[in-house]
């Protein structure tokens, strides 16, 4: 059944036709119009055997060449016949004859339960204009005022349709040569003939580009004085009530026209499920939505305000639309097999299907099975599981996501977890993994009652959704849940609060609930309302303020305001307000066409004001806290902060060097700069200068990654473990970004630090910066404070080397910065280093500024708040990484190699069988020859590997076994 959303009680179906039969059917009707009355002469025939059933409701049969109509035969060259009078005099919904025209859709003739091909004649006032099933409509003058009408229509049909009047203006488009659309308005509508022309031409060559060609030579669009509207083979009959409504041009019209193919050339075989009603519903009213994600949406909350384990039916049982129950299984979740179907083949397969299916199965009755082949055929894909569980079976599934993980694993975020059903359906949903950048988009297989999944993503990841575009039939989590009027609707047994002293004004609702207990005021208890949905009748009602603080704000006509009940997950609380009794009268009976909204006014002149309120879309878990950042101005998020420093010439991003937290805060702001647009660098405290050829050579990809650890002597010179820089480095490998190493020689650092910078040779001196500025007295102190707390010895002269050595450190930084932005002014850069070369600006960023006078910003990772110590201080949740392995040895390092100077107990080593004493020679057939050697290989190591040692002159050959172990201190 069609349904248009409209302020009037209007129901739209079609008539399902069937298979080609062997049945003629003739027909020849006339009309005493005064008396309302219809004279008809019937022949039935058939070219062999059929047993039929007439049914002739009303009618009063005159004669009968057989005695028992509700079941008979018609043998070949026997034809039957009948002739009968009807008298539609009174305003009936489904029959009428009077002077203002013929409406005839019920039993108006004697109706028989098999399609036939039938000749149909009438015999109407001259001045009436007729339309029924056809392709071509002859007329012909018989006597002064009256006419014969025949209807040619090739094809076998279930029922007849006839509609003539004199009200009727006829307008035509011609299409093409063999198709034409007509409008048959009242006088009043004749002005929307254009539009509507316009508009079906529209909806025609749609569904012709995605389908096939329109099954018909004629389709005409017909104004209808009762308040119903029905789509038949070449015409569909809307209601005058509604015709001039926006929403009926904009989707009920094109639902009307796909008709045409799917219910009325391709006709459903009923005993084995209507698919028609929900593919057409999917394919118009959904596919010309304003939010077809919202409109999805309420496909679900509908079922599941309606739809009950005990009263739900599976797809293959549904017939047509008895009420509002039914349409949410077989409009609503067959609308969504269909999206699902879509989603699963793609949008070229699914099209390419749905015209097969429509060109093998013209004229034929068709079901589930035959749209099942059509797209097995097409796809190529095994489509019997889909069909079985989506068609056969009932229900809908209920899924959570449990036990979300997250850790940082060679370089990538690593996130695993579960999504349990309470079911056993396979099916796929959309997955969004939501970066500070942006989002990751994935496709999950649900299996069964536990899926365990694992994606590895470039980005941190903070937050992890479940189809949130609503792709899949599923039940909503309680934060999707939008209040909706269908809950209330939907639910027989509410609580239901009303003050004795309204009752009167609400007693057209009250009826609704007259075998239920109504609760006063005085009788509200919390126990009542947990787990339930509540109706509360009038603004002034004192329970209002016991649950929700304060009245609701009073309004004009009948209003509905549906909020969450916030004694329950998936309830309702309804506030239902009218100011007058006759507002409730006008008002509530139109409600259902409202379910889907939160708010709903209906004043006078049945005008209504509608608001859908907002819920979370799609299932989220929130693996991790979004950084807190301060500011001098307050708090701050990531976005923003990124569209604050963009522009900035130097950004400096402060570590602490062992904290993955910090370096994924560091990574996804270069990714958001670069992906901004901005043209950076990275410089890095991380590595010396002298060894910049080879982080050039990395970048360009003309080195591995092994050998670029190998020549900068990364583990040598830095020692951190390198998986926490490697998805900076990756990305800017990926993208060629360069990355220019910063700092001084770690040789000279040092032995500033023992001896001064007097200690140094000649050839030492000049690879210092040219300026040094020693004059900033508050640098002084902090670092006279760190110095300290780690030197046991406090004597002036080894304090003042060592403030040397950590200016050299930090003006060597500054300046290789300089000289790189001075060559290259088009870039920006980013610094990453240590806080404690940040802090307050005295390390390297004041340092830099006197050098190049840029402006600059610096961002700190977990430091305490102080003045002026940075521009945005990042607070970050900790954050697991799996760090490069250790086989658990202490070595010595000697001529021959690494020996093994002890075992730790338990470890890897112990239990592959290494002993004191024994050298390293190889790592999983790579030649060990130093620690760094060693270390670069436990970078990457597999489950399972082989160590070679030497022990006692022999080799051995070892296998090495890790375990996944996680970085869980910070």
Not at 224 to 240: C, D, E, H
Not at 515 to 522: D, I, T
Not at 622 to 634: F, L, V
Not at 670 to 677: D, F, R, S
Request: aromatic share 14%; net charge neutral; proline share 4%.
């Amino acid at each position: 059944m069609i349904k248009l959303k409209s302020f009037f009680s209007i129901i739209f179906m079609f008539v399902p036709l069937i298979s080609y039969g062997q049945i003629y059917y003739s027909l020849d009707i006339k009309f005493d119009i005064p008396e309302g009355k219809i004279y008809g002469e019937v022949e039935i025939k058939s070219d062999r055997e059929v047993s039929v059933s007439i049914d002739t409701g009303d009618l009063e049969i005159t004669y009968s060449d057989i005695r028992y109509l509700t079941y008979t035969k018609i043998e070949p060259d026997k034809p039957v016949r009948i002739k009968y009078t009807g008298t539609f005099k009174g305003f009936d919904q489904y029959n009428m004859v009077s002077k203002h025209g013929i409406y005839l859709t019920g039993v108006w003739y004697p109706k028989i339960d098999r399609p036939a091909l039938y000749s149909f004649k009438a015999q109407i006032p001259e001045d009436f204009i007729p339309v029924g099933e056809a392709e071509e409509i002859a007329e012909e003058k018989v006597d002064e005022g009256i006419k014969n009408v025949r209807f040619i229509f090739p094809h076998p049909l279930e029922h007849l349709h006839f509609i003539a009047t004199d009200k009727f203006r006829v307008k035509s488009k011609k299409i093409r040569d063999d198709l034409t659309v007509y409008t048959y308005f009242f006088e009043m509508d004749h002005r929307f003939s254009d539009i509507y022309l316009e508009k079906a031409e529209g909806y025609i060559r749609y569904y012709e580009e995605k389908i096939g060609r329109f099954p018909y030579k004629r389709f005409s669009i017909v104004e209808n004085v009762l308040p119903t509207g029905y789509s038949m083979p070449t015409f569909t009959l809307i209601g005058m009530q509604i015709i001039r409504y926006p929403f009926v041009l904009k989707s009920s019209l094109g639902h009307e026209i796909l008709h045409q193919w799917f219910g009325c050339s391709v006709y459903v075989k009923d005993e084995e499920g209507n698919w028609a009603e929900g593919l057409t519903t999917y394919l118009s009213d959904h596919e010309f939505s304003d939010d077809k994600k919202l409109y999805r949406k309420r496909l679900i909350s509908k079922f599941m305000a309606y739809v009950t384990d005990d009263n739900d039916f599976p797809l293959k049982d549904f017939v047509y639309k008895k009420d509002e129950l039914s349409e949410a299984i077989g409009y609503g979740k067959t609308a969504m097999v269909f999206h699902m179907l879509r989603k699963e083949v793609g949008d070229e397969k699914f099209f390419r299907s749905i015209s097969d299916f429509y060109m093998k199965n013209r004229f034929k009755r068709a079901s589930w099975d035959d749209l099942k082949r059509s797209f097995e055929n097409q796809s190529g894909q095994d489509l019997g599981l889909f069909f079985h569980q989506w068609i056969e079976k009932k229900g809908i599934p209920d899924i959570s996501i449990e036990k979300i993980s997250v850790k940082v694993d060679d370089g990538r975020f690593k996130i695993s977890g579960e999504i349990k059903q309470s079911r056993d359906f396979v099916f796929k949903v959309p997955v969004k993994i939501l970066t500070y950048t942006g989002y990751i988009q994935k496709t999950l297989e649900i299996q069964g009652k536990k899926t365990v999944f694992s994606y590895t993503v470039d980005d941190e990841p903070l937050s992890i959704v479940i189809d949130d575009s609503y792709d899949t039939f599923r039940k909503l989590s309680p934060e999707e849940m939008i209040p909706m009027i269908y809950f209330l609707l939907g639910d027989k047994s509410p609580v239901v609060f009303v003050d004795p002293e309204t009752e009167e004004k609400y007693r057209p609702v009250l009826d609704f609930y007259k075998e239920k207990k109504l609760y006063s005021p005085e009788e509200f208890r919390y126990s009542l309302i947990k787990d339930r949905n509540v109706v509360i009748f009038d603004s002034k009602n004192p329970v209002i303020k016991k649950i929700l603080g304060k009245p609701s704000l009073e309004k004009e006509g009948l209003s509905i305001t549906s909020v969450k009940n916030p004694f329950s997950e998936n309830r309702f609380i309804f506030v239902i307000h009218a100011d007058t009794r006759e507002s409730v009268e006008r008002g509530y009976s139109r409600l259902k066409h409202y379910g889907g909204y939160s708010f709903v006014k209906i004043g006078k002149h049945f005008r209504a004001e509608k608001e859908v309120y907002k819920a979370q879309d799609g299932i989220l878990y929130r693996i991790r806290t979004p950084a807190k950042i301060i500011t001098e101005n307050g708090i701050t998020d990531m976005k923003s902060m990124i569209d604050q420093i963009k522009d900035k010439k130097v950004i400096f991003i402060g570590e602490k060097h062992t904290s993955f937290s910090h370096h994924a805060v560091q990574y996804s702001i270069i990714k958001a700069l670069y992906e901004n647009g901005s043209d950076i660098a990275i410089g890095m405290e991380m590595f010396q200068r002298p060894f910049q050829r080879y982080l050039d050579m990395y970048i360009k990809g003309d080195i591995s990654e092994k050998e670029f650890l190998k020549k900068t002597e990364y583990f040598k010179r830095w020692k951190y473990d390198y998986n926490l820089y490697k998805p900076i480095l990756r990305f800017a490998r990926k993208h060629k970004i360069p990355v220019i190493a910063l700092n001084m020689e770690a040789e000279i650092i040092d032995k500033v630090s023992e001896k001064g910078i007097d200690g140094l040779t000649p050839e030492e001196k000049r690879k210092l910066p040219e300026s040094m500025d020693f004059t900033n007295e508050e640098y002084r102190s902090y670092l006279k404070i760190i110095f300290q707390m780690h030197k046991e010895r406090k004597k002036e002269k080894e304090f003042i080397n060592f403030y040397q050595s950590q200016l050299i450190w930090d003006e060597t930084m500054a300046e290789t910065a300089a000289e790189y932005l001075r060559k290259n002014p088009e870039r920006k850069m980013v610094i990453l280093a240590g806080n404690g070369h940040l802090r307050y600006g005295y390390g390297i960023p004041d340092r830099l500024y006197r050098r190049i006078n840029e402006p600059y910003v610096i961002i700190l990772n977990d430091e305490d708040i102080d003045k002026d110590i940075a521009d945005y201080v990042v607070y970050t949740q900790f954050l697991a990484g799996v760090k490069a392995k250790k086989i658990g040895v202490y070595i010595d390092i000697t001529d021959k190699g690494l020996k093994v100077d002890d075992v730790v107990k338990g470890s890897p080593a112990e239990k592959a069988g290494i002993k004191k004493g024994d050298i390293i020679v190889e790592f999983n057939g790579k030649k060990i020859r130093t620690l760094e050697d060693l270390r670069i290989e436990l970078v990457y190591p597999e489950k399972e590997n082989e160590i070679v040692v030497l022990r006692d002159g022999k080799r051995l050959k070892l296998k090495i076994v890790f375990e996944e172990e996680l970085n869980h201190h910070q």
